[in-house]
C-alpha cells in the first residue's frame, strides 16, 4: 500500500517539496525534482537578496515552485528582496514564494527583539507590494505562528515532529499555509541511519529557538542537551525504508500540516528522492 498525497494546495506546492541548502541546487537537481513529481523545491542556508540562484531554478523548470526557506533578516534588506520577488514574479508568474525569517542570536549577533524586527520587515513589505499570499515566515512558537498567519500566507517550521504540525495548525487555524521541513534518512539500518541523523540535527541543540521549542514539544532536557537522545534523533531524522520513511512524512499532513519539504540526508539525496517518490507523489 502506497501513502499517497498527491493532492495539490496553495498553489501548485503540492503535498511534498525538497529543502536543501540553497548553494547545493543546481538546475539540473531541480529538473530531477519536477520530473520525479515534487511541487516544490525550498532554498534553505539564507539565499541572499538578489535571489539569483532563483531566477536559474525557475528558468530551468515549468511548474516547479521555488521558495526560500528562509531569506534571513537580518541580512538581506526586505527593500532589496522586495526588487527580487518583482523581478521573480515578472520573469515568471505565481512560481515564487519568499520565505522569510529571523535567523538565530547566535549566529547574527542581534541584540534586537526578532518578533519586533519582523513586524518591521513585513511592514517594508507591504511598502514595496509584496502580496502577503506570496510570503510566509518561519514559525515555530505561538507568537511567531499567529504572525505568520496574520501577516503572510503561513508558517515554514522547521525541525519539528509531527506533534508540532498538530500545535501549530490549532494556533494558526484553517485557510493558512502550514508547510514543516521533515529530515529523512532511508536506511533500514537504526544504528547507521541514527548516526547521520544525528550529525544533521546536533548542531541545531546549540539553538536557543529550537531547544525551547523542542521543550515546548515535551522534550526533556536529557533530550536537548548534544548530541540529542535517540528518541529525539529518530523524530527529528526519520529513517527505515521508502516505505516507512513516506508513513512517517505523511505523519505531519495527518497532524495538519498541509506541505512536508523533505530533507534528504546522506549521500545521494537524488537517489534518496527518487526512491520515496513512488510513496509520496504517486
Known amino acids: 500500500m502506497r501513502v499517497l498525497v498527491r493532492d495539490m494546495t496553495f498553489d501548485g506546492l503540492g503535498r511534498v517539496g525538497v529543502w536543501r541548502g540553497y548553494a547545493q541546487v543546481s538546475a539540473a537537481d531541480a529538473r530531477a525534482y519536477e520530473e520525479a513529481g515534487y511541487g516544490a523545491v525550498w532554498l534553505g542556508g539564507s539565499p541572499p537578496a538578489d535571489l539569483a540562484r532563483v531566477d536559474e531554478l525557475l528558468a530551468a523548470t515549468e511548474s516547479l515552485t521555488v521558495a526560500t526557506s528562509i531569506v534571513n533578516i537580518w541580512q538581506s534588506p526586505a527593500k532589496e528582496v522586495a526588487e527580487s520577488f518583482h523581478r521573480l514574479e515578472a520573469g515568471h508568474p505565481g512560481r515564487f514564494l519568499l520565505g522569510v525569517g529571523a535567523g538565530h542570536r547566535e549566529f547574527d549577533g542581534v541584540y534586537r ?83 547521520v541523523g544525528r550529525q544533521a540535527v546536533t548542531p541545531y541543540l546549540g539553538l536557543t529557538n529550537y531547544v525551547n521549542n523542542l521543550r515546548r514539544l515535551g522534550y526533556s532536557d536529557a533530550d536537548v542537551a548534544t548530541p540529542g537522545s535517540d528518541g529525539l534523533v529518530d523524530a527529528l531524522a526519520v529513517h527505515g525504508d521508502a516505505r516507512r520513511v513516506a508513513q512517517q512524512v505523511a505523519a505531519h499532513l495527518d497532524a495538519g500540516a498541509d506541505h512536508v519539504a523533505v530533507q534528504a540526508l546522506g549521500g545521494g539525496h537524488l537517489e534518496t528522492l527518487r526512491a520515496l517518490a513512488p510513496h509520496l507523489v504517486g
Open 113 to 195: 527583539k526578532p518578533y519586533d524586527a519582523l513586524v518591521d520587515y513585513l511592514d517594508e513589505l507591504d511598502a514595496q507590494g509584496v502580496p502577503r499570499e506570496r510570503r510566509a515566515l518561519a514559525a515555530l512558537g505561538p507568537k511567531v505562528l499567529r504572525l505568520a498567519r496574520d501577516r503572510s500566507a503561513g508558517a515554514l517550521p522547521y525541525l519539528v515532529s509531527p506533534e508540532h504540525s498538530r500545535k501549530a495548525r490549532e494556533i494558526v487555524g484553517a485557510g493558512t499555509l502550514l508547510a514543516t521541513e521533515q529530515k529523512v534518512v532511508l536506511d533500514s539500518d537504526p544504528e547507521r541511519a541514527r548516526a
